[in-house]
């Protein structure tokens, strides 16, 4: 591991963030009777995990890019997976908006907006050999994920 700034992590908070800014604006019709039921513990790991992996994603240059070599893949993957995130939103900010549209599945990933981000900065962690940043993933995910599968279920979807 080594600290310095990682313009892939900012690149990849901003591709995170820029939607959500977004989504502000455009929740879900009844999204806030689901948001009160939501379980304190993983709400915890979530905001937890939110902030360790903003952090880790920026301190250290792992992230940056490298001459290629097989262990580029994994780069590669982990944007694959952010550009799907990125289509997610498109076609969430292209429905009518339901709980439905935003706890829906892409190419079969359940819950989309949060299965999505989190499995592309497990592999960017990956690609950076970086355990602080897969930690801090593995927190994220126990709650961010957790949290969307019960307003799944929630809503019987």
Not at 11 to 18: G, K, N, Q, S
Not at 38 to 65: H, P, Q, Y
């Amino acid at each position: 591991m080594h600290f310095g700034f990682s313009y892939v992590g900012l690149i990849y908070l901003v591709m995170l963030m820029l939607p959500n800014f977004i989504w502000t604006r455009n929740q879900p019709k009844e999204y806030e009777k689901y948001v009160s039921n939501e379980n304190k513990m993983l709400l915890g790991f979530e905001r937890a995990g939110e902030v360790l992996v903003t952090c880790a994603a920026v301190i250290f240059s792992d992230f940056n890019l490298k001459p290629w070599s097989p262990w580029s893949w994994w780069l590669v993957a982990s944007f694959a997976l952010m550009m799907l995130y990125e289509a997610y939103w498109i076609r969430y900010f292209r429905s009518e908006r339901t709980m439905r549209d935003f706890y829906s599945s892409i190419l079969g990933i359940p819950v989309a907006g949060a299965t999505l981000p989190v499995l592309a900065f497990l592999l960017l962690a990956v690609y950076g050999k970086n355990i602080v940043l897969g930690i801090a993933v593995v927190i994220l995910g126990i709650g961010h994920i957790g949290i969307h599968l019960m307003h799944k279920k929630e809503i019987g979807s």
